[in-house]
């Protein structure tokens, strides 16, 4: 699941998105947070399926778990 997310720079600034879109994770974690579903989003982003949603979910865990595991070392 992972795969979905890169990281290419010079495409918005460096920051994770959504494999072959524009589409960074921290959008999509934003609109998330602000209430919306995840078929909230298949319907107005077309071009994503419900598995690069639940990437994004998946890779901000992993990069939470990532930081408290350096802050406990």
Known sequence: MMDRIVSTPGVRSGKPCIRGTRITVV???EYMAGGDTIPDLLEDFTELSRE???ACLAYAAE???HEQSIAAE
């Open 27 to 29: 959008d999509m974690l």
């Open 52 to 54: 690069d949603l639940l």
């Open 63 to 65: 990069q939470l778990n």
